[in-house]
């Protein structure tokens, strides 16, 4: 579980946008670079190599 402090003060490494935190997933998801970075052992890897691409499937189901 990330902290709740932690998760207001990450940004977005390449558009400095803030992030969604899926919890299911284990990911920090930025919007406007379709971009989900992966959380390990509870530490958030943001590193632009180690992120996936969302799909527009995926990135329409956040707009619900």
Do not use: G, N, T
Not at 18 to 33: A, F, G, T, V
């Amino acid at each position: 579980m990330i902290d709740k402090k932690l998760l207001d003060i990450l940004a977005c490494p390449i558009c400095k946008s803030s992030l969604i935190y899926d919890k299911d997933r284990q990911e920090l998801i930025c919007k406007p670079d379709r971009l989900a970075f992966p959380i390990r052992d509870d530490i958030p890897v943001m590193l632009e190599d180690e992120a996936r691409v969302l799909s527009l499937e995926e990135v329409d189901a956040l707009k619900k």
